[in-house]
């Protein structure tokens, strides 16, 4: 990640380092923060926001899981996102927007005083599995941490707190030797990576565990199921035992920062060929032809900066 210049908070365009929050922060103390991740693309009409509406409507009905106030409308986040790419001058740029429970209380359930701040900051990021990855594919392992479930948190709000069940999940694996985490429930169903939605290829038919496995309703997860039918493919969502990874042809992530990354193994299983798949580089192509023009964008999902 490379720092930009300027971030948007609370309304203002700011310096980098000058975009603090105070030690007694809410969010800082027990998780309270919501947030987003949005990608911007270099195209040839100039830097591109993908699904950007999507990702802002999220962004809210994440906030609204957690009863949060947002004291800024999503048109004012939504020019908080473009101006956060133009005016650090980016051409491709990961957007990170983020709501969170400011300082002025201790107390676990905050006091209606206490802040909400937002921020919105934009900056360079690459493949987040890694460059090779994405061609050769990654290698998993399944964790020893189940995902949580709706019976104690909304797992459908991408919330800040969520995020140590996947660093557990994550980090147990990077330790390892692995490059991603996956979690399966006690009853031994696939969820989601520790940060990325799964597809696996059977037989020609593509299956991928429904948002009632305990994971993310993921942006890419549903252009990914929307660019497989537009290619034919058949797109099934249901639950998925953990053993199918292991005799799956193909196996693939999504994300916004991981995209369309493939799997090459897991639990040192080797997934079909050991390398990407022919259906899951059908899929990369007409993703990041979205950005090239090579795949027309007929459901309106690039909006240009300017």
């Known amino acids: 990640m490379k720092n930009s210049k300027f971030i948007w908070s609370n309304g203002e365009m700011i310096p980098w380092e000058n975009a603090t929050v105070h030690v007694m922060a809410h969010a800082l103390h027990y998780g309270s923060s919501v947030f987003e991740g949005i990608r911007c693309y270099e195209t040839p009409d100039g830097p591109t926001l993908f699904r950007l509406d999507a990702h802002i409507e999220r962004l809210y009905d994440s906030a609204k899981l957690y009863r949060f106030d947002v004291p800024y409308s999503a048109e004012q986040l939504t020019q908080a996102c473009r101006d956060s ?157 953990r053993e199918l990874m292991y005799v799956a042809d193909e196996m693939f992530m999504t994300g916004t920062a991981a995209e369309i990354t493939p799997v090459r193994s897991v639990d040192r299983i080797e997934i079909g060929s050991g390398s990407r798949g022919p259906i899951t580089e059908d899929i990369q192509a007409a993703f990041f032809g979205l950005f090239d023009g090579t795949t027309e964008d007929k459901r309106n999902w690039l909006q240009t900066v300017s």
């Not at 996947?166 to 390892?176: K, M, P």
């Open 85 to 241: 790419i133009s005016q650090n001058g980016l051409t491709s740029a990961y957007i990170r927007p983020l709501i969170f429970r400011g300082a002025g209380s201790l107390g676990v359930v905050a006091n209606a005083d206490v802040p909400v701040d937002v921020i919105v900051a934009a900056m360079e990021w690459g493949a987040y599995l890694g460059e090779e990855g994405m061609t050769k594919g990654v290698d998993c392992c399944v964790s020893s941490w189940t995902r949580t479930t709706s019976a104690s948190i909304p797992v459908l709000s991408k919330a800040g707190g969520h995020y140590l069940n996947a660093q557990l999940i994550g980090g147990e694996a990077r330790r390892n030797g692995f490059d991603e985490g996956i979690s399966v429930s006690a009853a031994g169903t696939i969820s989601e990576g520790s940060a990325e939605n799964i597809f696996l290829v059977r037989g020609g038919k593509i299956f991928t565990p429904p948002l009632c496995a305990s994971i993310l309703g993921g942006i890419t997860r549903d252009s990914a199921i929307a660019l497989a039918g537009d290619l034919g493919y058949e797109v099934v969502e249901e639950q998925l035992p």
